[in-house]
């Protein structure tokens, strides 16, 4: 069992920056790759970015790659989503999730998942 809780949610002007937390327990941590998704509301939940178990490798979507970036510390069980430059459309729930698949955009592919954190961003 895997149970992840995210954090730094709120309200942020646009052009500023955010950090997202997602702290994970379970004593298989170590052994799952662990994404980022959001979503808005009425839309689909879309894919942010992924890095792997040993936090070698990170898989960013495309439209994003230039503003965020994702890492984790597995020393103390937590996976970070640094946002800069924030604009009113990257405004939604931002979750995490696991999964023991690498490269997964499709929240389908994970096992398990947090209860999110909101972000909002100001004109």
């Known amino acids: 069992q895997v149970v992840l809780v995210e954090s730094g949610g709120g309200l942020v002007q646009a052009g500023n920056s955010l950090r997202l937390s997602c702290a994970i327990s379970?004593?298989?941590?170590?052994?799952?790759?662990v994404g980022w998704f959001r979503q808005a509301p009425e839309k689909e939940r879309e894919f942010v970015a992924q890095?792997?178990?040993?936090?070698?490798?990170?898989y960013i979507a495309d439209s994003m790659k230039a503003r965020f970036a994702i890492s984790r510390d597995n020393g103390w069980n937590t996976v970070y989503l640094q946002m800069n430059s924030l604009k009113p459309e990257d405004a939604a729930t931002y979750y995490c999730a696991a999964t023991k698949l690498w490269q997964r955009v499709n929240p389908i592919d994970y096992d398990y998942w947090g209860r999110g954190t909101q972000v909002t961003v100001s004109s």
């Open positions: 379970g004593h298989t941590f170590t052994s799952y790759n």
């Open positions: 890095i792997s178990a040993s936090g070698t490798y990170t």
